[in-house]
């Protein structure tokens, strides 16, 4: 028996009588999903102020944390809190396949009718869970926390964040505040729907507003962070830049791309090709050289552009065929699963 495998068994050993064991039938309500990298020293706070606010609840819930190939011992710490408590569960990543990815591993082995993403760090707070899942019962696919009062440092932080919360906005027609703002509440089935990759999880809603779904935004308090640092630079404004480019043209033409490419193309062919007819009506009827004019060039330059820009739209095509046919594919590798489930296995990937 492997290490992994051995301790498994010795955990799923380790039933305390005063819990029950969940089981497929009994799904909880509320599935709070925490991707964490390093985060060894907030572990505890989260458990603690954690449990109080979803106890308070009286929903049934599970808590998922996704432990993206933390290196500081947060795995030891996470599996204590397994050993003690059902409500949580543990994806362990490889190594680290960033913040994206964990809340995807997070969202499929998600069990609940909502799924809460929450930061481990607790800038967000607990307390706001409450507020948010009361507002998606109102019939909301996704609510998003929009906080007040920010506690970062205003040129490195929020101000990008501004600028970054208006541009978003702006450019998909999403009107959200804070696009940064991690806690949210998810309906299971959207949150199941959503495939993501890169650093991408800042514009859920706005790939979820493709999908047609209700947003709703509920104000929540926003607290420094205790322990560890912040795991994002400087560089983060530029690829979020980057990311919104992306975005940008999955949501207006991921399906289609040859209508985006294929229509400037045919225009830029069409023009060309209308002064090619123009050329040769000079050089044929009126007998004038045309051998020197700056149109010639022009006329051939945009009938190549014309045919190579619908080009790329055809390509372009094949290429989204490609993207959106093989589901399932995974931008993570786990590397063991901590599940109060009987179905949970080791991954030997
Ligand atoms: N995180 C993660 N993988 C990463 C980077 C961050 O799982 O590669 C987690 C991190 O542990 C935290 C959350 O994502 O729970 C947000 O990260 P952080 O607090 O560093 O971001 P900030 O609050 O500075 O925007
Ligand atoms: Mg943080």
Same mark, same amino acid.
């Given at each position: 028996?492997?290490?992994?495998? =051995?301790?498994?068994?010795?955990?799923?050993?380790? @039933?305390?009588?005063?819990? @029950?064991?969940? !089981?497929?039938?009994?799904?909880?309500?509320? !599935?709070?999903?925490?991707?964490? &990298?390093?985060?060894?020293?907030?572990?505890?706070? #989260?458990?603690? =102020?954690?449990?109080?606010?979803?106890?308070?609840?009286?929903?049934?819930?599970?808590?998922?944390?996704?432990?993206?190939?933390?290196?500081?011992?947060?795995?030891?710490?996470?599996?204590?809190?397994?050993?003690?408590?059902? %409500?949580? +569960?543990?994806?362990?990543?490889?190594?680290?396949?960033?913040?994206?990815?964990?809340?995807?591993?997070?969202?499929?082995?998600?069990?609940?009718? &909502?799924?809460?993403?929450?930061?481990?760090?607790?800038?967000?707070?607990?307390?706001?869970?409450?507020?948010?899942?009361?507002?998606?019962?109102?019939? &909301?696919?996704?609510?998003?926390?929009?906080?007040?009062?920010?506690?970062?440092?205003?040129?490195?932080? +929020?101000?990008?964040?501004?600028?970054?919360?208006?541009?978003?906005?702006?450019?998909?027609?999403?009107?959200?505040?804070?696009?940064?703002?991690?806690?949210?509440?998810?309906?299971?089935?959207?949150?199941?729907?959503?495939? #993501?990759?890169?650093?991408? %999880?800042?514009?859920?809603?706005?790939?979820? !507003?493709?999908?047609?779904? $209700? #947003?709703?935004?509920?104000?929540?308090?926003?607290?420094?962070?205790?322990?560890?640092?912040?795991?994002?630079?400087?560089?983060?404004?530029?690829?979020?830049?980057?990311?919104?480019?992306?975005?940008?043209?999955?949501?207006?033409?991921?399906?289609?791309?040859? %209508?985006?490419?294929?229509?400037?193309?045919?225009?830029?062919?069409?023009?060309?090709?209308?002064?090619?007819?123009?050329?040769?009506?000079?050089?044929?009827?009126?007998?004038?050289?045309?051998?020197? +004019?700056?149109?010639?060039?022009? !006329?051939?330059?945009?009938?190549?552009?014309?045919? $190579?820009?619908?080009?790329?739209?055809?390509?372009? /095509?094949?290429?989204?065929?490609?993207? %959106?046919?093989? $589901?399932?594919?995974?931008?993570?590798?786990?590397? /063991? /699963?901590?599940?109060?489930?009987?179905?949970? $296995?080791?991954?030997?990937?």
């Amino acid at each position: 028996m492997t290490q992994t495998a =051995e301790n498994l068994s010795k955990i799923y050993a380790y @039933q305390p009588e005063r819990f @029950q064991t969940p !089981s497929s039938e009994t799904n909880p309500r509320l !599935s709070v999903v925490i991707p964490l &990298y390093n985060e060894v020293d907030n572990i505890p706070p #989260l458990y603690h =102020e954690l449990s109080t606010a979803l106890d308070a609840l009286g929903d049934t819930y599970e808590v998922i944390v996704v432990d993206d190939g933390s290196n500081d011992g947060s795995f030891i710490e996470l599996r204590k809190l397994f050993e003690t408590d059902p %409500h949580w +569960r543990v994806i362990r990543f490889r190594r680290n396949f960033g913040q994206t990815a964990g809340l995807m591993a997070g969202f499929e082995a998600a069990r609940g009718e &909502y799924v809460i993403t929450l930061d481990a760090d607790l800038q967000n707070d607990p307390q706001d869970i409450p507020k948010l899942i009361a507002k998606a019962d109102e019939g &909301y696919d996704i609510v998003s926390g929009w906080r007040m009062e920010r506690k970062e440092p205003f040129f490195s932080r +929020r101000l990008p964040s501004m600028l970054a919360n208006r541009l978003i906005s702006r450019s998909t027609g999403v009107a959200l505040h804070d696009y940064g703002c991690t806690l949210k509440v998810y309906r299971a089935d959207i949150a199941k729907h959503i495939r #993501l990759y890169g650093e991408l %999880h800042r514009f859920i809603p706005a790939i979820a !507003s493709g999908l047609g779904v $209700q #947003l709703a935004e509920v104000p929540v308090s926003d607290r420094a962070r205790r322990f560890g640092k912040s795991k994002y630079g400087i560089m983060r404004t530029f690829k979020v830049m980057l990311d919104l480019i992306t975005v940008i043209f999955f949501l207006s033409f991921s399906t289609r791309p040859l %209508h985006v490419f294929g229509g400037i193309g045919l225009v830029t062919g069409a023009v060309g090709v209308l002064i090619g007819v123009y050329l040769a009506f000079v050089r044929l009827i009126l007998q004038q050289g045309i051998g020197d +004019r700056p149109l010639l060039l022009l !006329s051939m330059l945009l009938i190549i552009l014309g045919v $190579q820009i619908t080009g790329t739209g055809l390509v372009a /095509e094949f290429v989204m065929r490609a993207y %959106h046919e093989p $589901q399932g594919r995974k931008i993570y590798v786990v590397r /063991e /699963e901590l599940d109060h489930e009987p179905g949970a $296995q080791t991954e030997t990937a």
